[in-house]
Nanobody
């Protein structure tokens, strides 16, 4: 089990950028598949992006492809989500999630057993 703490959320104008960070602590974190999900008010949780433990496999939801980039620095125990060209519809609480690699398929969609508390991202028009 790993512990996850997100940061970097805030208020930004449409077209702007934010970088979210997820600080990871606990046992075996380097081997974990890491992901970002988001949930807007009144909507279901949505897959945003995921990255394999080595970083050689990254996946993105259709709504963020070409705008968001996931990365990880295992030496710093941190996962990042660079969000560019933000739109009002990106407004949501963003959650970091982790899973042991043998529990997820090659699409890295889950299931994820470790979750952070979330960070709010608000994009104004």
């Amino acid at each position: 089990q790993v512990q996850l703490v997100e940061s970097g959320g805030g208020l930004v104008q449409a077209g702007g950028s934010l970088r979210l960070s997820c600080a990871v602590s606990g046992r075996g974190l380097i081997t974990h598949v890491m992901a970002w999900f988001r949930q807007a008010p009144g909507k279901e949780r949505e897959f945003v992006s995921a990255i394999s433990w080595s970083g050689d496999n990254t996946q993105y939801g259709d709504s963020v492809k070409g705008r968001f980039t996931i990365s990880r620095d295992n030496a710093k125990n941190t996962v990042y989500l660079q969000m560019n060209s933000l739109k009002p519809e990106d407004t949501a609480v963003y959650y970091c999630a982790g899973a042991l690699p043998w529990t997820v398929g090659p699409d890295l969609r889950g299931p994820f057993g470790s979750w952070g508390q979330g960070t709010q991202v608000t994009v104004s028009s």
